[in-house]
């Protein structure tokens, strides 16, 4: 059957095999290629059907404006130009050419239409009545609340904030439970107007869900935060907001605790911040959020496992504490630059586990005696060609270098290339006039990192199938990065390497990963001034400096497509983002200089950086710093490895 749109068409069903309705006479195949399949649902301003693009025999979600005042047609291009935006699973995907507007027969009053991903499952609001209203457990909520964070993170990180998020607008995916937060229609756009409430903004209000600073026009980002927070109240309940069980009218709060007893203390005390009645005193950004929830996580897990104590003796003792999770610790271990010549013979590494933990690194003491030993004897030179920009992006130089490099094989003709960094000094962080710094960057500050080796790509998905036997990307392809890693995996392909080497392989800490990126430069980029999609994959709807638009290629490409820094690494920038070895930090007070990895902070938050090719170039920066629990895995997330250096860690 083929559905008319036309909201006048007294019969609007049809059959499938016709082009025009038989009552109306209106179009029923949609800009040629789209029918309309069935009605999924009708609201004041719009209705959504299911249709079928007839060429790909695909399902879709179809989006009819049927109120054609200013403010609405305003607010539906809005979320199409939104959607068109994000790029993330647990956000619908439009196409580029989503939006169109038809003409019904005989009418000169277009329908406003556009075209996004099909979802399957249901909101999380039907969710909820096909269990007969039983409330969520503490796992499911701590579980679910992550999706969301990570999921507004996108959001805000575009400076969007949603301003309708509701059990109705949060979509589970039937096929993997993912959810998808939808309805971008009400999206707003945060600028210097709504930070400093100098002036309206639109109220959209859902009762129940909408803080009172945007029931009286007046919506910032962390409007968000106080729906999320009674969308978690009412799954944890099963009571709706403005239910009076739970809901104090004269103070506008809600006494929720002892309708969800099987909720944590800290887990409540999260989300009733979150809901607190001025926005200045919820948290004030996503970062803040996903660090609460981490510290809950560590809390609630079960009490700490003693390691076994070490058999070996050292010269240098080695010291285990229990760290950020149950189980997990933290190895303070000086370590030698396994190749200070080419003869030199390399240990074993040894590795400790404890049950429940995150997987650790691979640790080594200088003087420990190696159960098996390798020689290494093939340095190679290679050469490549360095490139220099402006601001605009323009290359404004180039030049020849060369560094040493070895290789690893790692069977079925797979290898994997090791680049020398020379040791030096360099500065960690961004200077305060760097366009688009973030806080977490300073303060600036003197590092000295001894030479180590560094992977001269993003480990590749043929490289890692090699090792752990199988293959997690998204963006499939040997050379392409692999990605929908975690931390725990990545740590574990260094451990499994390792054993399988004999020599020592790990992450990078920051301090090396940042000294290896920006190989010797202190702007931006290392590049220069700013970049262009020409130089780095990312998204090129967005620019730095004075640099134009590019291509957004929307996924992974084959890691060394573009121009290396002075050390002869590729991709630094973009591609994907990369694992590092050090526990969140929100500033550099007291960091260590060195270039030793900072676990000194407890929690299982993981540092990243290089952007990637779904991030705006603000965010593939040298000094910029992203964080992600340890047990995350996503398309825009793989690693590189290092190998010798100071392996120390900082305590």
Request: a neutral charge; glycine letters at 6%; hydrophobic letters at 35%.
């Amino acid at each position: 059957m083929s559905l008319c749109i036309n909201p006048n068409c007294l019969q609007p069903e049809n059959p499938d095999n016709i082009l025009f309705c038989q009552a109306c006479g209106s179009e029923l195949m949609i800009q040629g290629r789209y029918r309309v399949i069935i009605e999924l649902g009708r609201g004041g301003f719009g209705v959504t059907y299911q249709i079928n693009e007839i060429r790909k025999n695909q399902a879709k979600v179809l989006k009819v404006l049927i109120n054609n005042q200013p403010k609405a047609i305003e607010l539906f291009k809005q979320e199409v130009a939104v959607l068109s935006q994000l790029n993330h699973p647990g956000i619908p995907k439009v196409e580029s050419d989503a939006y169109f507007v038809y003409f019904p027969q005989e009418s000169r009053n277009p329908i406003h239409c556009f075209v996004m991903e099909k979802i399957e499952g249901i909101d999380l609001e039907k969710y909820m009545q096909n269990r007969n209203l039983l409330p969520i457990d503490q796992t499911l909520a701590i579980h679910l609340l992550k999706d969301l964070v990570t999921i507004l993170e996108q959001v805000h990180n575009q400076n969007f904030f949603h301003r309708d998020i509701k059990p109705s607008n949060i979509m589970l995916r039937a096929e993997n439970a993912q959810l998808v937060l939808i309805d971008f229609g009400s999206v707003r756009q945060v600028t210097e107007t709504v930070v400093n409430q100098q002036g309206k903004v639109t109220a959209i209000v859902s009762a129940g869900f909408t803080p009172p600073e945007q029931i009286n026009n007046n919506a910032v980002p962390q409007s968000d935060f106080f729906a999320l927070g009674r969308t978690f109240v009412y799954l944890l309940t099963a009571r709706k907001p403005l239910d009076p069980a739970i809901y104090d009218s004269d103070n506008e709060t809600l006494n929720w605790r002892t309708h969800a007893p099987q909720i944590s203390p800290i887990l409540a005390d999260l989300l009733d911040d979150m809901m607190q009645r001025l926005y200045k005193d919820r948290p004030q950004n996503i970062k803040q959020i996903s660090q609460r929830l981490a510290a809950i996580e560590k809390a609630l897990q079960q009490p700490q496992i003693k390691p076994q104590p070490q058999k070996n003796k050292f010269t240098r003792r080695v010291f285990i504490k229990t760290g950020f999770i149950i189980g997990t610790f933290t190895v303070a271990v000086v370590g030698k630059n396994i190749f200070k010549n080419q003869n030199h013979k390399i240990t074993t590494p040894k590795t400790t586990t404890s049950i429940n933990s995150s997987t650790p690194e691979p640790t080594t003491s200088p003087n420990s005696t190696p159960e098996n030993t390798t020689s290494f004897t093939k340095l190679k030179t290679f050469e490549f060609e360095v490139v220099t920009t402006d601001a605009k992006g323009n290359i404004t130089n180039r030049r020849n270098a060369t560094a040493k490099y070895f290789t690893e094989d790692l069977g079925n003709g797979v290898f994997l290339e090791m680049v020398e960094i020379p040791g030096g000094k360099f500065l960690m962080g961004s200077p305060e006039n760097e366009a688009k710094r973030s806080d977490n960057e300073s303060p600036q500050h003197q590092v000295t990192v001894p030479s180590f080796w560094i992977g001269k790509y993003e480990l590749t998905q043929a490289q890692y199938q090699a090792i752990i036997g199988n293959n997690p990307s998204f963006f499939k392809g040997d050379n392409h990065p692999v990605e929908q890693v975690s931390w725990n995996d990545a740590v574990t392909f260094c451990q499994k390497l390792s054993q399988r080497t004999g020599k020592n392989y790990r992450l990078p800490s920051e301090a090396e990963w940042e000294y290896a990126c920006r190989a010797g430069t202190t702007t931006p980029f290392y590049f220069g001034e700013s970049i262009t999609p020409e130089l780095v994959n990312y998204d090129g709807n967005h620019v730095y400096s004075s640099a134009p638009k590019g291509q957004y290629r929307e996924q992974t490409t084959d890691v060394g497509n573009f121009p290396p820094n002075a050390f002869g690494l590729y991709d630094m920038h973009g591609n994907v983002w990369e694992w590092c070895q050090d526990n969140f930090h929100d500033h550099y007070t007291n960091a260590p200089q060195d270039g030793t990895a900072w676990i000194s902070q407890s929690g299982n938050a993981k540092m990243l950086r290089g952007g990637s090719w779904g991030d705006n170039p603000d965010n593939c920066r040298s000094a910029y710093r992203n964080t992600h629990y340890f047990d995350y895995n996503f398309d825009l997330i793989g690693f590189r490895v290092v190998c010798g250096g100071g392996v120390r860690v900082f305590w």
